[in-house]
């Protein structure tokens, strides 16, 4: 079934390690993109990439990098994490000529201590 | 700078109540405008609204665009708690080749029993 994975849904890490949160979808879009989401607050885009090997920062200054080597598969890394990062990230995908209709994963609560 | 913004942030009501949500925005160049409903996980879809004055209807939950007032309201009659959840208005922005969702903060919508 065509669909947006993301892994682990929880992860409660120590300050300093280094983690990867995955991102994969099967629809074959071009456009992927995460978000960091505060409870209660608004979605604010961090990363986005047009298709592969296109990778770009978003409005939200963030710490953590992206990659896109495979057409469906978009990991962002944080090289160490702290206490700030703690969060919600949701990692989406759209195809490249809709105007919206954007299809969002299940999400990574993360907890840094 | 693209602008979404929803109103009230959180209402209150019971079941069977009808409620009205609204959204204004400011955006560069409109495309469409898009409502989320996000419970304990992603937002999942709802309506993707490009036409001003025609309705979308999807049971009990219906939405309309102005673009010549730049709004939206998204109509939930006959509430039930199931509808409890935050309802998100977002618009597709314009930035070079790309394009990413512009959200507003949320509308928090609590059905009592």
């Known amino acids: 079934e065509a669909d947006i994975y993301q892994t682990p849904r929880y992860l409660v890490i120590g300050t300093g390690k280094k983690i990867t949160l995955e991102c994969s979808q099967t629809m074959g879009h071009d456009k992927m993109y995460w978000y960091q989401q505060d409870p209660g607050m608004e979605l604010h885009l961090i990363h986005y990439?047009?298709?592969?090997?296109?990778?770009e920062k978003g409005d939200l200054s963030s710490e953590s990098t992206v990659s896109r080597i495979r057409t469906e598969h978009f990991p962002l890394t944080l090289e160490s994490a702290r206490p700030s990062h703690t969060s919600q990230y949701l990692c989406a995908s759209s195809e490249l000529r809709s105007g919206g209709g954007y299809t969002f994963g299940s999400g990574t609560r993360l907890t840094v201590v | 700078e693209d602008k979404v913004v929803q109103s009230p942030l959180s209402l209150v009501v019971h079941e069977g109540d009808t409620v009205t949500l609204n959204c204004s925005y400011e955006v560069t160049n409109f495309r469409s405008l898009l409502w989320y409903k996000q419970e304990k996980k992603a937002p999942t879809f709802l309506f993707m609204l490009t036409s001003s004055g025609i309705e979308k209807k999807s049971g009990r939950l219906s939405s309309i665009l102005d673009k010549k007032e730049l709004f939206s309201i998204l109509n939930i009659t006959a509430t039930q708690t199931g509808d409890s959840a935050v309802y998100l208005c977002?618009?597709?922005?314009?930035?070079?080749?790309?394009?990413?969702?512009?959200f507003g903060s949320g509308t928090q919508l609590t059905v009592l029993p």
């Open positions: 977002a618009v597709p922005g314009d930035s070079g080749s790309a394009r990413q969702l512009t």
């Open positions: 990439s047009y298709g592969v090997n296109s990778t």
